[in-house]
């Protein structure tokens, strides 16, 4: 009798255990959660008309976007600094950068270079030698007048009657401005290389523009340098007229030599502040729209709308009725 009345306590201990944790396993908490989840699903299930709907809207705009957007094509061009050198060996006073009164080539000069991009003068030579202010600003040129006409139209007007300034024909400054926005830089890891990108509607004019503005840039450079030597050779011309000691006159004799040096290299020719690593290219696809992207931020626009649309009715609808 003492056994069977230990095994009912163990017994009734155990069921007690059981019962203690039944109710941590159906808790009013994970109840309300599994009833909010229910709910959620039940209000997509009856709201999928509307997600669907959604879905169509977004793609039909993804679609009617890449039916009506302008393709880009992006060209790319790669520079580098360029070494200067003389030929023969030199002395470290005697190098092309010291003798053109600058501190150093190489990264110096490449740093110069990529900071005229955007700048006026660059702007107007690229205006005044290549005249491309015409296809820059395309949508101000006519083409049958061979000139630039003022935006006409509602815009205009409101301009107008607000006394803002008036229109002016596209300048330099509108065009320094333009690459400015355009042309981005790009450094290249482990290296002292940038890469120059351009997007335009035509191809070939994206291409053109990053080599013309290359050209242009590292020509006016050329010509500042040929300028600075220009003075320095005068001036040790004139300085040599008046020198009387032999040994100066050696000395000015052997830095006038090596100027004139540096004079002819410059009027060689060649890259001079940025050397050309990769010429510009462009694919033949354009660069944007992607269309692959387009459709895939419809489809996920267009799930994410209808479902949000299809939640805030439906458990609107389930408050309502409680």
């Known amino acids: 009798m003492a056994f069977k009345k230990d095994s009912a306590q163990e017994d009734g201990q155990v069921n007690a255990g059981t019962r203690q944790r039944e109710p941590a396993l159906s808790s009013p908490s994970a109840r309300e959660e599994t009833i909010e989840v229910a709910a959620i699903l039940a209000a997509l299930w009856r709201g999928k008309w509307l997600i669907l709907l959604s879905l169509i809207l977004c793609l039909a705009a993804a679609l009617l976007y890449l039916r009506f957007a302008t393709p880009e094509y992006r060209a790319r061009m790669v520079v580098g600094p360029v070494s200067p050198s003389l030929a023969g060996p030199m002395p470290p006073a005697f190098t092309l950068p010291a003798l053109l009164g600058r501190d150093s080539g190489g990264d110096k000069d490449l740093a110069r270079f990529l900071s005229m991009i955007d700048a006026v003068s660059s702007a107007r030579r690229l205006a005044r030698n290549h005249g491309l202010l015409p296809m820059v600003f395309a949508e101000d040129w006519d083409e049958e007048k061979q000139r630039f006409q003022p935006p006409s139209g509602p815009l205009a007007r409101l301009r107008d009657l607000l006394g803002l300034p008036g229109w002016t024909p596209p300048d330099a400054h509108d065009l320094a401005a333009y690459l400015g926005r355009k042309v981005t830089v790009e450094k290249l890891p482990e290296s002292g290389l940038r890469a120059l990108t351009f997007s335009h509607p035509q191809r070939d004019f994206a291409i053109r523009l990053l080599t013309l503005l290359h050209q242009e840039?590292?020509?006016?450079?050329?010509?500042?340098?040929?300028?600075?030597?220009?003075?320095?050779?005068?001036?040790?011309?004139?300085?040599?007229?008046?020198?009387?000691?032999?040994?100066?006159?050696?000395?000015?004799?052997?830095?006038?030599?090596?100027?004139?040096?540096?004079?002819?290299?410059?009027?060689?020719?060649?890259?001079?502040?940025?050397?050309?690593?990769?010429?510009?290219?462009?694919?033949?696809?354009?660069?944007?729209?992607?269309?692959?992207?387009?459709?895939?931020?419809?489809?996920?626009?267009?799930?994410?709308?209808?479902?949000?649309?299809?939640?805030?009715?439906?458990?609107?609808?389930?408050?309502?009725?409680?």
Do not use: C, W
């Open 217 to 322: 840039i590292d020509a006016q450079l050329r010509e500042e340098a040929i300028a600075r030597s220009e003075e320095r050779i005068l001036y040790l011309r004139e300085r040599l007229d008046s020198v009387t000691r032999n040994d100066q006159r050696q000395s000015l004799i052997a830095l006038l030599s090596e100027l004139e040096k540096a004079r002819m290299m410059l009027h060689a020719g060649g890259f001079h502040a940025a050397e050309i690593t990769d010429p510009a290219t462009a694919p033949s696809r354009p660069s944007t729209p992607k269309p692959a992207l387009v459709l895939l931020i419809g489809t996920l626009a267009g799930l994410v709308l209808g479902a949000a649309a299809a939640l805030g009715l439906g458990l609107g609808l389930d408050r309502l009725r409680a």
